[in-house]
């Protein structure tokens, strides 16, 4: 069998990781695959680019997502609902998309007990598909955002919204950084004053960043709760696109054992 080639369309995408945890899984399994990075520019050119590269399979980042979902010829139920395509794999010349980030956090977070109120800090494309998810699985999600926008489609699908300025402070099980925040620079999600109450009455805070300790899982260390970043999310959410491109071929710990040591390199 000729080898088949994968790759990650995003820009930036020089630091994916999902390149290494692909080829570690290609080769761990003895599949014969092939994952590269693709900085694309236009992403109106992704279904283009998809072909004249001769791929089998794509994994989509930032700020790409939504052209993903107009490039696919099939989509499955919950890439519909929400909207985003992190994964197309090509099968019979069509592309079929999926989003596997949403299944992805919801697996991170299950390893948190007793947890059925969720506040995320930030509405934008991953707290869209992740709080779907969620409530799907039964959660509670508030979502809290620092301007009005982006929180109108929240309140049509039924969360409960709020900015800084009119949000009333309560307990939650689970505070969850779902902003850009503390990517690259060193800010909180939301006003100091206004997080540390909310991190000292929840059990346990999440960012979806990864690769660095952001001033909100600092704060909450400080705080002395339990943390965990993004690198599970982009564990479980690569898993996942890899048993799409591979047809199920492989359980998912055994692609876990292959692919959780690109985040040892
Ligand atoms: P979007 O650009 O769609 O949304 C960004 C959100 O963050 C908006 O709600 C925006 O608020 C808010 N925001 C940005 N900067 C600040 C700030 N300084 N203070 C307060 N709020 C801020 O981003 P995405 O949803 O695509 O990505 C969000 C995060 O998720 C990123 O950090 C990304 O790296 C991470 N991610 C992690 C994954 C993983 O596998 N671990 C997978 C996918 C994403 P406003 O509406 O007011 O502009």
Redesign the pocket.
């Known amino acids: 069998m000729s080898r088949e080639l994968f790759a990650i369309f995003g820009n930036p995408v020089s630091h994916s990781k999902s390149p290494l945890m692909h080829n570690l899984a290609f080769k761990g399994l003895g599949y014969s695959g092939c994952y590269g990075r693709y900085r694309l520019e236009d992403g109106a050119r992704l279904r283009e680019t998809f072909f004249a590269l001769g791929l089998k399979g794509i994994n989509i ?3 790409h ?1 939504e052209h993903a979902y107009n490039a696919c010829d099939v989509l499955d139920d919950f890439a519909k609902k929400v909207g985003a395509v ?1 994964t197309i794999v090509k099968r019979d010349g069509r592309l079929y998309g999926y989003n596997t ?1 949403a299944p ?2 919801l697996k991170a977070i299950s390893e948190f007990d007793n947890v059925k109120t969720v506040l995320f ?8 598909s992740t709080a779907v998810i969620l409530k799907e699985a039964g959660y509670q999600v508030t979502i809290l ?3 009005t ?3 109108e489609k929240f309140a049509k699908e039924g969360f409960e919204t709020a900015t800084f300025d009119n949000f009333t402070p309560k307990a939650y099980d689970l505070v969850v ?7 690259e ?1 060193e ?4 006003p100091k004053t206004l997080i540390e109450p909310l991190i000292g009455q929840t059990k346990a805070c999440v960012d ?3 690769g660095k300790e952001t001033p909100f899982l600092k704060l909450a260390k400080t705080l002395g709760k339990p943390t965990k ?3 599970d ?2 564990l479980y ?1 690569g898993i996942i696109a890899f048993e799409h491109f591979t047809s199920y071929q492989y359980d998912f710990e055994e692609a876990k054992y292959y692919m959780q040591k690109a985040f040892e390199l």
């Open positions: 980042t930032v700020p997502k992190n980030d992805g956090f800090l930030g509405a934008g494309g991953t707290a869209q955002n620092r301007s926008p982006r929180l950084n779902m902003t850009s925040a503390g990517l620079d800010s909180l999600p939301a979806v960043i990864y970043d993004g690198s999310m982009l959410q």
